[in-house]
């Protein structure tokens, strides 16, 4: 009974009364009494309710609307209480209240039950009073006041509020409202305690005194309080009460996940190509029953199967030809070369292209079309200038790892770049690159000419020392709180991590995070090597802490390139010469000053990579001549006969002469291609010069081993003349070499119908000079061989032609190759079970290689396309491992004919985000979706969005201001004005069409500030473009009309996700793609034709690497082109010979499909270098089959067999000899290049082209000649029964 009765009175005595009331007089504990300024402390009242006057209700009705009721019993709160609580709501609503306002109503639930509930007493406790002198009008007497309370909240109360919240965007961040409410521990590290925890402290800087919450799940405490657990609104329905302002909905999918039907997030197919027969891989199904299909073919083709078809060939032209040639050899060689010289003048006006943008995108893709929509109606994309520094573990100079308990009393593992020796270097080297100068029209210049200023003032650098605004003093600040806690640089700097906007107010230290220059700057910019190995995307909770290396970006001015604006010429020239002089300060930093004991870095300029190509191209000319020279002295020497050691039989069989002039006329077919081009005025690349040489190097030699060769092993018939001789050699081979000449000149010529213009100028420049390359060797090779040959029968030494050695009797000359075909090779291939095993082993190996070319990747990593000794290099690899942040996506509104007015409500809430009137599928809202799902979308962040954004300003009266003045014209007052001189617009609801018109430019002038965050001119003012509709001028002028503005343009930003690979980037801009066609639509719904705009995404990188997207459409289009062209040209040059063109298709289908294994094997990944190199595989391939077939439709013999081992005996040791050992003697040096390209690209596929194709011309080709080859010619026939 005894205990009942207690319980009674205990419970009496904390039910239904107040424990505060009014608000008395300054904290006398601040220092501070003066009551404009400093923070009132609420009056002690130990007792019932007041009764609620007429104001207090009213007031109750604006500012919490839920306590209308209650407050009917009596209050807690006097009007000056709820007059400042309606201040203290007035910035939240802003942020807010519109977007979501459950979240709102929510949200201000917690303060005010605290401040005005009647029945404030059960949940609240009063631990800490003070007296002090009071403030009106309580002045001249001691009062009592409250300065720490605690507050019994129950976490259903807390978790709730907190998860209608969490969600709420702000677009001016592209992070959710917690960035801002939640302090320190901004959005990420935000949780229902720490946001409310926060909310209460005095650490804030704005709570008058502080609130301590103790959260439990239970509904008593243990000495009698109510854990207060009000009503919570789940934020996808409207609030059940309005604050007579109007009747507000519940929030949308944008701001709360529980609003989301499953129509709201986007189902996205997958990017990868999955072709599945039988549950296994389709492609490896398909070739394995290929294989199996092939073999039982050519099994049963062996009972009986026997091809029937007739070779002819005309040769008569070139036999009369070569006669002409050899009479008058001085002649043609005379008006050849001058022909060739001729055409070669054209170099003269020879334009190289060196920018990756030109070489690699069409004038006339989208991408292009985009990038230079962008950069004229907004500005080119800036000129990012990084130096990343990795710290290196040093504990001699204390650069290590370390544990810290922070405020909270939290163990903290910190990485060694926080130590402060290291920052301070971070420092210094960053004031160090600001003093840097430049001299530009005789005037010395500094980053301060040159560097982006979002605000008009400050170098827009992102450090981490922008945290204390690039002040040293500052680290070394540390403050005591009310507790005894010590607050360090540490502590500042994981607020400032969880938000970086975070104001001094907020923070223990009085140091804001903001940078000097205006803007906060996100960890995940500044900070790498967090992201834990293995993880493919951005962490969910990152610690950043963990970091292993800070970044350093300084962004730089862009402007066009093509712009012949003297502005837009000098920024751009003055920006480079900048650039310049950093590349060398950075390199002789890092040479000379650099802590390397504790400190490795890596840097990079805008200008670095075009740099660093074309140093590469002429850092390794060297390897280039060297492999030149190699296959130079091959020739020579190969192409002598040999029969004798002695000095005169060297000199006089010696072929130095005649391998020289071979090689001259290659290269003077390149220069007059070349010529020809450049007069024409088709931009030359640095790959003309890199691989066309050595294509046509490949088809010349082959042509001069099968000329020189099959003359040394012809002897002159009787009654043959010299020039008949050579007329006869020239009408047997020179049908091939025009056979091989023009199917390679036709594959080429038509492979320029490519849209990528560096493989389009390759094709032009390798077609033209093949073709003059055979015009060169049929008139002035010929004559040149026709006098070596002369000299040689005259025994006249070679080179010293003026000398005469001992003669010798001439006879027919052998080569060993020649020998070893003949008497080994050839009728070992030749055997029926060699034939057989060979035929079903290629079989094999096709149909294995065509499993592998799947596994071939698209792109080319950027790090591959830089010398092994570049900065870039290193940059490129740091850039892998700390890259923390996708690059920026731009969604572009084009309305260009201003066919939407995005002065009108209807537009407006079709691009908006959160906003209350927005439509339920809005374009901002689809950016807000996809980021959910960053791992598929590779979109990061949801868009910064203008709409929500300008509509927060003009209806805050902080914002929205015009100058006091009694014109009719209204003039802004900017963000920095007094108030005093400014009063609001006055704009609550949704502006008009005419207010929106002459109010946008307000907008986007306004500097974004603590007392108005949502100014536009930092985050929009180059994302909006504007244009006057003002029938005068746009100065404001009381005799002139008010100026007003439409929306032309406009983009939202975002962030792809982290990207790595070449996959990445291509797929994030397939997706971006995908994205911005649903924003389409959704903009253009219900809108008539006429009125459709259109949107598409913009990132710096899109233009290098849209290409990739249809890559596997381009190669395999570029490679039909050249074999149905080679088909089509040796079915004519073959005289309609059907079979044996088929053969030769089919052999050159062989090799590439093993190519393309090869690639797959060795790591090389498709893109535009290897591409060019599979159709320039097409044609090398057609050296070695024509040749060999033509020769074997020309041999008469008794059987197929017999006819191939003829042909490979002939033909095969020419080929053998010329390009294949040729070309393998130079391949070897590139192994040796500096440049990656050259290692992976030319010498790998090179390599591989010319052992792939080989093995197919010189042992797969005859025994399917010998097995499926057409009949002899009757010619030929006939010409064996003469003989």
């Not at 391939?1181 to 077939?1189: N, Y």
Request: with cysteine; charged share 20%; hydrophobic share 40%.
């Amino acid at each position: 009974m005894r205990v009942l009765v207690f319980l009674c009175l205990f419970v009496g005595k904390i039910a239904g009364d107040c424990i505060w009331y009014d608000t008395c007089g300054c904290n006398p504990e601040t220092g501070n009494s003066n009551p404009a300024t400093c923070k009132k402390l609420n009056c002690k009242y130990d007792g019932p309710p007041k009764p609620a006057s007429n104001q207090q209700k009213e007031l109750i009705k604006q500012v919490c609307p839920h306590l209308a009721k209650d407050v009917e019993e009596g209050i807690c709160c006097s009007v000056d209480q709820l007059n400042l609580l309606k201040e203290n709501f007035y910035t939240p609503a802003t942020l807010f209240k519109s977007q979501c306002p459950t979240c709102y109503f929510n949200f201000v639930k917690n303060f005010c039950d605290l401040t005005c509930s009647p029945r404030q007493s059960e949940f609240l406790e009063s631990t800490k009073e003070v007296v002090g002198p009071g403030s009106p009008p309580y002045e001249n007497q001691n009062v009592t006041m409250l300065a720490e309370v605690l507050y019994y909240v129950h976490t259903d109360f807390n978790q709730k509020t907190y998860d209608s919240c969490k969600n709420v965007q702000y677009p001016l961040l592209s992070d959710t409202i917690m960035k801002l409410l939640c302090g320190p521990y901004g959005s990420a590290a935000c949780t229902p305690e720490r946001w409310w925890n926060y909310l209460g402290s005095l650490g804030n800087g704005y709570s008058p005194f502080q609130i301590t919450y103790e959260y439990n799940n239970q509904s008593l405490s243990a000495n009698g309080h109510v854990y207060h657990n009000p009503e919570v609104t789940k934020c996808s329905d409207p609030p059940p009460f309005s604050d007579g302002d109007q009747m507000y909905s519940g929030c949308k999918c944008t701001d709360c996940l529980d609003a989301c039907s499953t129509v709201d997030m986007p189902e996205l197919v997958s990017t990868e190509w999955e072709f599945i027969v039988m549950g296994a891989n389709g492609v490896t199904v398909i070739a394995g029953s290929l294989f199996a299909g092939l073999t039982v073919l050519f099994i049963m083709g062996q009972m009986g199967f026997v091809g029937d078809y007739l070779l002819s060939s005309v040769t008569s032209f070139f036999t009369w030809w070569g006669s002409l040639v050899a009479k008058y050899p001085k002649a043609f060689i005379f008006v050849s070369t001058t022909i060739a010289i001729g055409l070669s003048i054209g170099i003269i006006n020879l334009e190289v292209t060196t920018d990756p943008i030109e070489l690699w995108a069409s004038p006339l893709s989208r991408s292009r079309i985009e990038k230079n929509f962008f950069d004229k109606e907004f500005r080119p994309f800036y000129r990012p200038t990084q130096v990343i520094m990795k710290a290196i573990e040093n504990p001699y100079h204390n650069i290590t790892w370390f544990n810290y308990s922070d405020v909270q009393d939290n163990l903290q593992v910190f990485g060694p770049v926080f130590n402060k020796k290291f920052m301070l270097d971070v420092l210094n080297l960053q004031e160090n690159i600001k003093k840097l100068q430049f001299s530009y029209e005789g005037k010395n210049m500094t980053l301060q000419d040159v560097c982006n200023k979002p605000l008009g003032v400050g170098c827009n650098i992102q450090n981490i020392w922008a945290y204390w605004q690039d002040d040293a003093k500052l680290l070394d600040k540390e403050t005591v709180l009310y507790d005894n806690t010590k607050v360090t640089y540490l502590d500042h700097l994981m607020s400032c991590f969880n938000n970086p906007s975070l104001t001094w107010q907020s923070d223990p230290s009085d140091i804001p995070c903001m940078a000097g220059w205006g803007a906060p700057v996100n960890p995940y910019f500044i900070l790498g090597g967090f992201i834990p190995n293995g993880n493919t995307g951005f962490p969910k909770d990152p610690e950043y802490t963990k970091s292993t290396a800070i970044v350093m970006s300084i962004i730089i001015d862009n402007f066009d390139p093509k712009s012949k604006d003297e502005t837009d010429v000098k920024g751009l020239e003055k920006a480079m010469a900048w650039e310049k002089v950093f590349i060398e300060f950075m390199k002789d930093w890092e040479q000379n000053e650099m802590p390397s004991e504790y400190m490795e870095i890596a840097f990079n300029t805008e200008r670095s990579v075009q740099d660093e190509l074309s140093r590469e191209t002429y850092g390794d000319l060297a390897t280039i001549a060297i492999s030149y020279i190699l296959m130079f002295l091959y020739i020579t020497i190969a192409l002598g006969q040999y029969n004798t050691f002695s000095f005169n039989g060297f000199m006089i069989e010696s072929k130095i002469t005649l391998g020289l002039f071979g090689v001259m006329i290659v290269l003077l077919s390149v220069s007059a291609s070349i010529g020809i081009f450049g007069m024409a005025g088709v931009p030359a690349t640095l790959i003309i010069f890199e691989i066309i040489p050595f294509l046509v190097l490949a088809v010349g030699v082959d042509n001069i081993f099968i000329l020189v060769q099959t003359y040394q092993r012809s002897e002159r018939q009787k009654c043959e003349t010299h020039a008949e001789h050579i007329g006869r050699i020239v009408g047997e081979v020179a049908p091939s070499m025009l056979l091989s000449s023009a199917s390679e000149s036709t594959c080429f010529f038509l492979g320029a119908l490519s849209d990528m213009p560096a493989v389009r100028a390759f094709a032009l420049y390798a077609g033209m000079a093949l073709l003059i390359d055979f015009f060169m060797q049929i008139t002035c090779f010929v004559a040149i061989i026709s006098l070596d040959m002369q000299r040689q029968e005259n025994s006249k030494y070679d080179i010293f032609c003026c000398l005469q050695g001992k003669k010798k009797e001439k006879g027919i000359s052998e080569s060993v190759s020649y020998k070893f075909f003949k008497a080994i090779y050839a009728p070992f291939l030749m055997n029926k079970w060699v034939r057989n095993i060979t035929i079903i082993s290629f079989l094999g190996l096709f149909c294995f290689s065509l499993a592998s070319v799947p596994n071939i990747e698209v792109g080319l990593d950027q790090e591959v396309s830089m010398p092994e000794d570049s900065y870039v290099l290193k940059y490129f690899l740091f850039l892998k491992d700390y890259l923390s942040v996708g690059p920026p996506v731009y969604f572009v509104v084009n309305n260009t004919n201003a066919a939407l007015d995005f002065s009108e409500m209807e537009v407006q809430n079709k691009l908006c985000m959160g906003h209350p009137r927005c439509d339920s599928i809005t374009t901002g809202s689809l950016t807000s979706s996809w980021s959910k799902i960053p791992e598929d979308s590779y979109l990061a962040t949801s868009a910064m969005n203008w709409v929500d954004t300008y509509l927060n300003w003009i209806n805050d009266d902080a914002c929205c201001r015009i100058k006091k003045s009694n014109s009719t014209i209204k003039e802004p007052c900017p963000t920095e004005e007094p108030a005093s001189n400014c009063e609001p617009c006055g704009i609550k609801d949704d502006p008009t069409s005419e207010q929106f018109q002459y109010t946008i430019k307000w907008f986007l002038d306004a500097n974004p500030l603590e007392t108005c965050p949502h100014g536009g001119h930092a985050a929009f003012g180059d994302g909006v473009q504007v244009r006057s509709i003002s029938s005068k001028n746009s100065k404001f002028d009381p005799d002139k009309l008010q100026p007003k503005y439409q929306v032309v343009h406009s983009n939202l930003m975002s962030f792809h996700s982290i990207l790595k690979t070449s996959k990445d980037y291509y797929t994030a801009l397939m997706r971006a793609r995908e994205l911005a066609n649903e924003m389409t639509d959704r903009i253009n719904e219900n809108e008539p034709e006429e009125n459709h705009v259109n949107i598409f995404p913009y990132s710096v990188f899109y233009v290098y690497y849209e290409q990739y997207l249809t890559m596997w459409e381009d190669t395999i289009r570029s490679l039909l082109i050249s074999l149905v062209s080679i088909f089509v040209v040796t079915f004519i040059l073959l005289g309609f010979d059907l079979i044996s063109s088929i053969i030769i298709m089919v052999i050159i289908i062989f090799i590439l499909v093993n190519i393309l294994a090869v690639m797959s094997w060795w790591s090389i990944t498709l893109n535009a270098v290897s591409l060019v190199n599979l159709v320039m595989a097409v044609g090398i391939s057609v050296e070695f089959c024509s040749h060999i077939t033509r020769s074997f439709a020309m041999e008469a013999g008794p059987d197929k067999v017999a006819r191939a081992k003829a042909a490979l005996t002939k033909m095969g040791s020419s080929v053998l000899s010329g390009i294949t050992l040729t070309k393998f003697s130079g391949i070897l040096v590139l192994a040796f290049a500096k440049s990656q390209i050259f290692t992976i690209f030319y010498f790998r596929m090179y390599l591989a082209i010319v052992l792939v194709g080989a093995a197919h011309g010189l042992i797969f080709l005859p025994v399917v000649l010998s097995f499926f080859g057409p009949d002899a010619k009757n010619q030929a026939k006939s010409e064996k029964l003469r003989l």
